[in-house]
């Protein structure tokens, strides 16, 4: 199936993001995690790719444990970070062999220490480059690449990110994936602002549920998206494990419901190899709303 068909019109296309774990017993703990998430018969799950391509091989041994053992899509992240175009051809060859159907294309942070991406010599600068590699190399990979509802951190302006995000469709992107976000009204005039220049592919949302106050706060500064102070207010309220997951679900569950309503093609979570925030946001709106 094709990764715009998902999400194609409203809908309830459903993609969960992992990362790759560290050890193998993560790995045993993850394949867990991938199996309850499985009860909402999710479309595809994609893993991401680690700075300069430091968990190349946990990232395809993840996807090809998922792949074979549920036999569900899978999509391999993939940055131009540290990578000749040889290196990633290599990369794209190894994630065919092990059935990989997606690739999230991404131009990739700079690695940790360094203030500003560096192309690598013989490597790409943008990540439409990469969009473009696989087009014309590997047509069979459905593509998705990153959007910014809050504007990207290094863009000039919002209209300067918004050009470049078209350059990613029009070399042949299939979806679009955005950051996380918190307040829905940046992702519908973001939704809006790319139909005005001719983004006409679909655009999902990717929600990450909080569920601690100093983890999202340290993740939202490092991407930029910005929290509504009620929010913060609430959690601050009261710092036990179990008030902070009440809220967060909460806060998610609402911001799931209000987007179904406005009618997404559907939703990328970001798990972070836990079920259980995400499974409690579906429970309570997926099957309903
Ligand atoms: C859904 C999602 C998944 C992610 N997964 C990963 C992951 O697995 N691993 C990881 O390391 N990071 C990941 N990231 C983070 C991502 O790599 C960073 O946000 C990175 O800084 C930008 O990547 P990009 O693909 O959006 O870059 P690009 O689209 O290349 O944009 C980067 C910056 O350059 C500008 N730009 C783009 N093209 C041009 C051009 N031709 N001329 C001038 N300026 C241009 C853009 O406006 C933007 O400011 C993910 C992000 C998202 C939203």
Same mark, same amino acid.
């Given at each position: 199936?094709?990764?715009?068909?998902?999400?194609?019109?409203?809908?309830?296309?459903?993609?969960?993001?992992?990362?790759?774990?560290?050890?193998?017993?993560?790995?045993?703990?993850?394949?867990?995690?991938?199996?309850?998430?499985?009860?909402?018969?999710?479309?595809?799950?994609?893993?991401?790719?680690?700075?300069?391509?430091?968990?190349?091989?946990? /990232?395809?041994?993840?996807?090809?444990?998922?792949?074979?053992?549920?036999?569900?899509?899978?999509?391999?992240?993939?940055?131009?970070?540290?990578?000749?175009?040889?290196?990633?051809?290599?990369?794209?060859?190894?994630?065919?062999?092990?059935? /990989?159907?997606?690739?999230?294309?991404?131009?990739?942070?700079?690695?940790?220490?360094?203030?500003?991406? /560096?192309?690598?010599?013989?490597?790409?600068?943008?990540?439409?480059?990469?969009?473009?590699?696989?087009?014309?190399?590997?047509?069979?990979?459905?593509?998705?690449?990153?959007?910014?509802?809050?504007?990207?951190?290094?863009?000039?302006?919002?209209?300067?990110?918004?050009?470049?995000?078209?350059?990613?469709?029009?070399?042949?992107?299939?979806?679009?994936?955005?950051?996380?976000?918190?307040?829905?009204?940046?992702?519908?005039?973001?939704?809006?602002?790319?139909?005005?220049?001719?983004?006409?592919?679909?655009?999902?949302?990717?929600?990450?549920?909080?569920?601690?106050?100093?983890?999202?706060?340290?993740?939202?500064?490092?991407?930029?998206?910005?929290?509504?102070?009620?929010?913060?207010?609430?959690?601050?309220?009261?710092?036990?494990?179990?008030?902070?997951?009440?809220?967060?679900?909460?806060?998610?569950?609402?911001?799931?419901?209000?987007?179904?309503?406005?009618?997404?093609?559907?939703?990328?979570?970001?798990?972070?190899?836990?079920?259980?925030?995400?499974?409690?946001?579906?429970?309570?709106?997926?099957?309903?709303?």
């Amino acid at each position: 199936m094709g990764l715009g068909d998902f999400f194609a019109g409203k809908g309830k296309g459903l993609s969960f993001e992992l990362f790759p774990p560290k050890t193998d017993e993560g790995v045993d703990l993850l394949m867990g995690t991938v199996k309850e998430l499985l009860e909402f018969s999710p479309d595809f799950f994609t893993c991401t790719y680690g700075a300069g391509g430091s968990t190349t091989s946990r /990232t395809l041994q993840i996807l090809e444990q998922v792949k074979a053992t549920y036999n569900i899509p899978v999509a391999s992240h993939l940055t131009c970070v540290g990578s000749t175009v040889e290196q990633l051809r290599n990369y794209l060859d190894s994630a065919i062999r092990i059935g /990989t159907d997606y690739i999230v294309a991404l131009r990739g942070d700079p690695p940790k220490g360094q203030a500003e991406f /560096t192309q690598t010599v013989g490597g790409l600068r943008y990540a439409n480059e990469l969009v473009e590699l696989i087009q014309s190399e590997y047509p069979q990979l459905g593509i998705a690449v990153a959007g910014y509802p809050e504007v990207h951190q290094e863009a000039p302006n919002a209209e300067a990110d918004l050009i470049n995000l078209k350059r990613k469709v029009d070399a042949g992107a299939d979806i679009i994936v955005t950051q996380l976000f918190y307040h829905n009204e940046d992702f519908f005039r973001f939704v809006d602002r790319c139909h005005t220049i001719g983004i006409n592919i679909p655009i999902v949302p990717g929600i990450l549920p909080v569920t601690n106050l100093a983890q999202i706060q340290r993740i939202a500064s490092l991407c930029k998206a910005s929290l509504p102070q009620a929010f913060i207010d609430r959690l601050e309220h009261n710092l036990t494990p179990e008030w902070q997951f009440q809220v967060g679900v909460e806060f998610a569950q609402a911001q799931v419901a209000d987007l179904l309503n406005h009618g997404v093609p559907g939703v990328h979570f970001y798990v972070l190899n836990k079920s259980q925030a995400t499974s409690e946001v579906l429970k309570a709106h997926w099957y309903q709303a």
